[in-house]
């Protein structure tokens, strides 16, 4: 029982954060984002005017505001800043 005790904690104490890509909205106004996670599949998000979304894909994704893209991966994150995509 002690074992199985000490195995989980030190499983606890070596994972690592858990990966994921945010969005920050830095204009007024609220869009409309396509996501394309590394799987190919595609989905929309909205997000409102100076806010914010956390962990909009795992790993890696492509995210696209209007004729605009940009790939995100890792704990990166992605502002929206005049209209325009920036890491």
Same mark, same amino acid.
């Given at each position: ?5 000490? &195995? ?9 954060? &858990?990966? &994921?890509? *945010? ?14 996670? $590394?799987?190919? $599949? ?12 956390? *962990? ?16 995100? $991966? ?14």
């Amino acid at each position: 029982m002690n074992k199985l005790i000490l &195995a989980f904690a030190i499983i606890l104490l070596t994972a690592g954060e &858990a990966v &994921a890509v *945010d969005l920050i909205n830095r204009d007024s106004r609220d869009y409309d984002v396509k996501i394309v996670p $590394s799987n190919g $599949s595609s989905y929309f998000i909205s997000i409102g005017g100076r806010s914010s979304r956390r *962990d909009i894909c795992s790993s890696s994704c492509i995210i696209y505001l209007g004729g605009l893209s940009v790939t995100a $991966s890792g704990n990166e994150t992605v502002s929206i800043v005049d209209g325009k995509l920036d890491k």
